[in-house]
């Protein structure tokens, strides 16, 4: 595996062009990878002319190295971002939005396999899951805000006789996004769509730990047609170029997507500058509630997906499941099995299930929670160490004797560690799942339909799954209750995040 991930490693030359460079990705596919700051259609170098590396968490060997934005390029693609929003996009009609925002998905359908092996690339999750999930989700999420971007209106309001009274949905102009590491495609789909669609420009932040394929969609928008302006894209690290978009006094919306304490700051930069609106999708400890009458080999599946998928790097992972007790034993030993024959390894392996975790820090931080569930008294049942001798592989993990109080049952882990405990009534389950400060998603198994409607209505959660795990369409809204966001994404509740209401009041006659 060491020689095949070495001969893996990316081939970089320079090309004629500046900020842009070929690497041949693990597939054999050569890739032109952009490594500049995307401002007004244009990749440029930053104003500092700073780079930084993007790493390649199987093999934690260098990629390439990318741009560093600071807040001065901030300020340059917020006045690309407003120019084109006042000088073009805001006079720009649904229709041709729309066109763009398909010509767009066309494009990405297009060079699918390359994004896909790129994502893969940078990181680390399987080939096989980029190709087949990541890449349709988020091609399907611009169609589906392709298709609202001219049916995007307000309402007559009735009044008094003499009045008349109707309500327009205008953009906000400059937006910008952050996001994490974790689905890098599929979150860029879910902020710049919309954005885009409700008529704002934006100013886009990928994760610093996952810059290429952003960088790569860019390059797609200028090629679909967008104008120049609309969508500028700032490689560089949170809290420079993201606490500089919280703070700008001319960005009007952030929609925020990562870990809860740089959410609050968010918040607080908002507050402390002109009030921008603000959306987060933040963190997750999501309970997955397993009834003694469900079909057990499929809960067992199900609950399996929930928390090891893409490496437990998931905000809705189901890394609390609850188990009724007279079925306990025998979901134990079917899950352990399961989680025992995931494979783990190179991802561009067509039988991997499990790639590296994105980063070392990650991987030390994942690892000294399951050092903290030990010294807590739960009882690890598997995993719990290293896979193999390079890059940030962790083995799936399954603790269980474990409570509430214990830190594991607490805080996100964010890897293939999961917390498997037995309850005995209905009213205990519903207590235990809610003593977390998060709400974002939770499951239910049952065959009893009454029961799964009635316990849905109880949980405190953004979704609510019954009998599956991890559902999400473009047409779904997706959110978290409690500490787990503020706001909705996808579906018809996105456009309210990206639109502001104006109410128009017109005398037809009422005398003063
Ligand atoms: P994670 O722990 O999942 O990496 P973070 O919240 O640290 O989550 O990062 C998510 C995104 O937020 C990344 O794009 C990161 O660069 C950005 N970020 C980190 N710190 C800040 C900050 N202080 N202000 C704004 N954005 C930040």
Redesign the pocket.
Known sequence: MVNRIKCYLPLLFLSTYSNEEKITLPNGRISNVYTGLFINNEFVDSVDRKVFETINPATGKVITSVAEASDKDVDLAVEAAANAFNDVWNHVDGKERGRLLNKLADLMERDLEELAALETLDNGKPFYSAKTYDLPSAISCYRYFAGWCDKIHGKVIETQHDKFCYTRREPFGVCSA?????YPLEMQAWKMAPTLACGNTIVF????LTPLTALKVAALCKEAGFPKGVVNVLSG???IV??A??SHMKINKVS????N??GK??LKASADSNLKNVSLELGGKSPNIIFADSDLDQAVKWAHMGIFYDSGQCCCAGSRVYVEDSIYDKFINKFKEHALNIKIGDPFHKDTYQGPQISLQQFNKIMSHIETGKKEGATLLIGGERHGEQGYFIKPTIFTNVNEEMTIMQEEI?GPVVSVSKFKTIEEVIKKAHLTKYGLAAAVFTKDITRAIKISNELKAGTVWVNCYNLVDANTPFGGYKESGIGRELGKYALDQYTQVKTVQINLGIQM
């Open positions: 952050i996001i994490p590491w974790n932040k990928p994760s610093e690290f949170g809290p993201g606490a978009i919280a925020f997507t990562g870990s304490a740089v700051s968010i964010f």
